[in-house]
């Protein structure tokens, strides 16, 4: 299992000495994808010692210069390291006329194909997938046109048994055969039934992040049971009424979301620069869901 | 005397782990401005624990990336701080057009004026002068229109002799009035010639910030005798082909065009994210003009 992710930005609005604007790394299993990309994205990739050619896909929640003013720098850079393998972003409507717009005056002429995939719809939508993941989707509740993602192992096939390739001293083709659920025949006729030789899958595991939102009960369906939730708490709980005209969570709610959705793990990000110390907002979050982690740029996250 | 230039950034293109894109702060006696705004501007900015609010004067080089992708999070994060105070932006052609479309998707709302001027001549042409300075900029010669920009002190009014305060009991008017070139009558009618009272100003300085360009001779009337001349070596001399066709400078040319500018001292920048020791560039511009200082993110180099 290898499925974590790594803290680029956990700020809001605006970047504090200690904390740049959103952005993240979601690595499945060695499939690595962005996620959101504030101003200062590529810095921190290399800051982390990521590659940044290493990725072709990126997803941005919403339009909000800190969440999305560091992809051109980043876009322009792939392309002077000589990139020609294609990247693909999603992001609501809008990014592609500005990109062009901004691509067009800095006379940024990329190497590699492009796609902008412009997200408009309002229930929570499957995106993408490969071999080792997909994505969904998931509209939030903000001041603008916005969406959460949530990642997924694809389902996993059954693994061998301990002790079972020595003991019947099998060939890589064999134990193809045997995960695809078929029996072993031995040399003298014996058939070892699949039940005897695997073990089923384990459980693939679950991502969400939501970022930015105001409290909304309408996402719990799609992001119920992750096993780890991030969710933003730009305020604490004495600032819910402002929380609630921008369209941003306290802590509190935040962990009101993760009890009711049955999150596994709580990651709090997004926090206002108003806040020198975060244990505060994590003391609020913890008396309504105990098991949660506070963002801080650099570090990595694990799944589970 | 307060005249200096602080590094933000000082790499070519994309930013390494010790060098961010383009970025100069430009304090003339109490006076500043930024000098163009690569991404992470506004962290620089911090980083060096200047005030963003401070700054109502920005001027861009050219419309590469890598000298103005800054700053959208730089307007926006002023805003966001509360600024009511205005901002004036000098640059190419294009700027405009570019940050409309971005404020527009990004929902972003100014609630200070910006005024974008756009430059668009071929002769070193003044733009801007208040009681501390006055900026010319200077076409230069890259491969999108681009403009340096020269800094000047306004000239300086006399400054009373030493001890002239005390000896006279000076009040601040009678400062004032002697400063004007005006003589002091005494109590008892004696008067005392104002050449008695006053000495000369010291000449004012210069400063001038040529980012990014190929050689060339045509700027050099421009920033003729400056103090300290601050010029882009992309490259080290061995890829002056390449410089030559991607519009750049190498170290030598550099210091060829600062010989031959009569400039006082010689600031390098700009450099290729293939240098990560930048002594050879150094050396080899050295040769050719020994005054030479190397920029570094985060310093602060005096104009004298």
Same mark, same amino acid.
């Given at each position: 299992?290898?499925?974590?992710?790594?803290?680029?930005?956990?700020?809001?609005?605006?970047?504090?000495?200690?904390?740049?604007?959103?952005?993240?790394?979601?690595?499945?299993?060695?499939?690595?994808?962005?996620?959101?990309?504030?101003?200062?994205?590529?810095?921190?990739?290399?800051?982390?010692?990521?590659?940044?050619?290493?990725?072709?896909?990126?997803?941005? !929640?919403?339009?909000?210069?800190?969440?999305? %003013?560091?992809?051109?720098? *980043?876009?322009? =850079?792939?392309?002077? @390291?000589? $990139?020609?393998?294609?990247?693909?972003?999603?992001?609501?409507?809008?990014?592609?006329?500005?990109?062009?717009?901004?691509?067009?005056?800095?006379?940024?002429?990329?190497?590699?194909?492009?796609?902008?995939?412009?997200?408009?719809?309002?229930?929570?939508?499957?995106?993408?997938?490969?071999?080792?993941?997909?994505?969904?989707?998931?509209?939030?509740?903000? !001041?603008?046109?916005?969406?959460?993602?949530? %990642?997924?192992?694809?389902? *996993?096939?059954? =693994?061998?048994?301990? @002790?079972? $390739?020595?003991?019947?001293?099998?060939?890589?083709?064999?134990?193809?055969?045997?995960?695809?659920?078929?029996?072993?025949?031995?040399?003298?006729?014996?058939?070892?039934?699949?039940?005897?030789?695997?073990?089923?899958?384990?459980?693939?595991?679950?991502?969400?992040?939501?970022?930015?939102?105001?409290?909304?009960?309408?996402?719990?369906?799609?992001?119920?049971?992750?096993?780890?939730?991030?969710?933003?708490?730009?305020?604490?709980?004495?600032?819910?009424?402002?929380?609630?005209?921008? $369209?941003?969570?306290?802590?509190?709610?935040?962990?009101?979301?993760?009890?009711?959705?049955?999150?596994?793990?709580?990651?709090?990000?997004?926090?206002?620069?108003?806040?020198?110390?975060?244990?505060?907002?994590?003391?609020?979050?913890?008396?309504?869901?105990?098991?949660?982690?506070?963002?801080?740029?650099?570090?990595?996250?694990?799944?589970?």
């Amino acid at each position: 299992m290898n499925f974590y992710v790594t803290i680029l930005g956990s700020g809001a609005a605006t970047p504090t000495l200690g904390r740049h604007c959103s952005g993240q790394v979601v690595n499945i299993n060695g499939y690595r994808m962005i996620v959101d990309c504030g101003e200062s994205t590529q810095n921190q990739l290399r800051a982390t010692r990521q590659k940044m050619q290493s990725f072709g896909t990126i997803f941005i !929640s919403h339009l909000h210069g800190d969440h999305m %003013f560091g992809l051109p720098g *980043l876009l322009a =850079s792939m392309h002077l @390291g000589g $990139r020609i393998e294609p990247v693909e972003v999603f992001a609501p409507r809008g990014l592609k006329r500005a990109l062009d717009v901004i691509f067009e005056v800095s006379d940024t002429h990329l190497g590699y194909p492009l796609t902008i995939h412009e997200l408009d719809f309002d229930e929570p939508t499957e995106i993408f997938s490969n071999n080792k993941c997909k994505v969904t989707a998931i509209p939030l509740l903000h !001041s603008v046109p916005c969406y959460g993602y949530r %990642f997924e192992e694809v389902a *996993l096939g059954p =693994s061998l048994q301990p @002790g079972v $390739r020595d003991r019947y001293q099998l060939t890589p083709n064999e134990i193809a055969f045997i995960k695809k659920g078929n029996d072993l025949t031995l040399a003298d006729g014996t058939v070892i039934p699949n039940s005897q030789l695997t073990r089923p899958p384990r459980r693939p595991l679950s991502y969400a992040y939501c970022c930015d939102t105001a409290y909304t009960e309408t996402i719990l369906p799609a992001i119920q049971g992750v096993d780890l939730l991030c969710l933003e708490s730009t305020f604490d709980h004495s600032r819910a009424d402002l929380a609630e005209q921008r $369209r941003h969570c306290t802590a509190y709610q935040a962990a009101q979301m993760a009890r009711k959705a049955e999150a596994k793990k709580l990651l709090l990000t997004h926090f206002s620069a108003r806040y020198k110390i975060i244990e505060e907002l994590m003391d609020e979050a913890r008396k309504v869901f105990p098991n949660v982690v506070a963002a801080q740029d650099g570090e990595v996250i694990n799944v589970v």
